[in-house]
């Protein structure tokens, strides 16, 4: 295998999906509204059929919840209304699904009437958990931080991005200055969107963000050494992390942030994104250095491509962001 195929071979590997973030956890949130009631709603997210909607498993000292006549309360399948007498602190929560497990993780938010909130992020293959009595810094640290590797591993169009930048930056400087760049842009953007300084509707930030991929694509098919990402790559990587920043707190938007830990909460997904962003240029690397060292060639790592990989990778990038662009688009104009 010729090292000009190196990236592009990541290229294709990640680009297998034909949709983005179906990575997103399922999100369960259980509000006290009075002592010992509560109200739970389950959110899904896209890739979970209708009818395999997941639903909550209540500890022995909960029951549904009745109004002022004595009857039950009942809302729908995704918002229930319990009591739980004693409250919900040591008992065990559980996660059902109906028809199958689709391998994606959960995540619990508990908020108390006096504003603590208590997360938990539970792994596929766990589906219970005590909750426990006072709110752990140190868990909701955790949780986020494993929430944003997910994320960023789950959004192929953001891997996509940095794959195209690497390709596009080719030498080793230029590409930490190019992802430099992107990494303060889009910290910044995610922060102030988690922290609802900043709101964009999220269905136009999904479409332009296929638009960037679909811009790098065609710098990377047609070079040009006057072209704006030739000559400013970190100018390039910097516009759009401002964008791509708008679209990784998309999920926080989503979840929510924890009210009582949100600066543990918010830097640990923003960390987390990090860590993913860093996995992913670090594979590419060991690739690039294992096909020069098995083809003989000096262990200088590059990304530069050149001739007919080159295009092909930029016709590849072109397709997908295009064909991402179309389906997000369309709701826009509906």
Not at 70 to 86: D, F, K, M, N, Y
Not at 203 to 212: D, G, K, Q, T, Y
Not at 220 to 243: Q, T
Request: charged share 15%; net charge neutral; proline share 6%.
């Amino acid at each position: 295998m010729s090292l000009r195929y190196a990236l592009l071979l990541i290229v294709l590997t990640e680009a297998a999906p034909l949709k983005a973030h179906d990575a997103r956890p399922v999100a369960i949130t259980i509000t006290e509204q009075q002592d010992g009631r509560y109200l739970a709603q389950i959110r899904t997210p896209p890739s979970v059929a209708g009818d395999n909607v997941p639903t909550i498993a209540w500890p022995k000292n909960c029951s549904q919840a009745l109004d002022e006549e004595g009857h039950p309360i009942a809302l729908s399948a995704t918002r229930q209304a319990v009591a739980c007498e004693g409250g919900l602190a040591g008992q065990v929560l559980g996660v059902r699904w109906p028809i199958y497990n689709p391998s994606l993780p959960t995540l619990l938010r508990i908020e108390a009437r006096d504003g603590s909130v208590i997360t938990q992020l539970l792994t596929p293959d766990r589906l219970e958990w005590r909750v426990p009595t006072e709110p752990d810094m140190w868990q909701v640290a955790r949780d986020y931080l494993v929430l944003g590797i997910g994320h960023i591993w789950g959004g192929i169009d953001h891997l996509l991005f940095v794959a195209g930048l690497l390709m596009l930056a080719g030498t080793m400087k230029r590409v930490l200055l190019a992802v430099t760049g992107f990494t303060i842009a889009h910290s910044l953007t995610l922060s102030l969107a988690a922290l609802d300084l900043v709101r964009l509707p999220i269905a136009p930030v999904e479409a332009a963000i296929a638009l960037s991929i679909l811009f790098l694509a065609r710098e990377i098919v047609s070079p040009h050494p006057e072209g704006l990402a030739a000559r400013f790559p970190i100018l390039v990587s910097s516009s759009f992390g401002l964008l791509h920043g708008f679209g990784f707190a998309a999920v926080l938007q989503e979840i929510g942030l924890p009210q009582g830990e949100l600066a543990a909460g918010l830097v640990s997904f923003n960390l987390g994104v990090e860590i993913g962003q860093i996995l992913f240029i670090a594979a590419a690397l060991a690739l690039v250095w294992v096909v020069r060292k098995a083809k003989g060639l000096a262990h200088t790592l590059s990304f530069e491509i050149e001739g007919r990989p080159r295009r092909f990778a930029g016709y590849a990038l072109g397709v997908m962001s295009a064909f991402w662009f179309i389906g997000r688009a369309a709701p826009i104009f509906a």
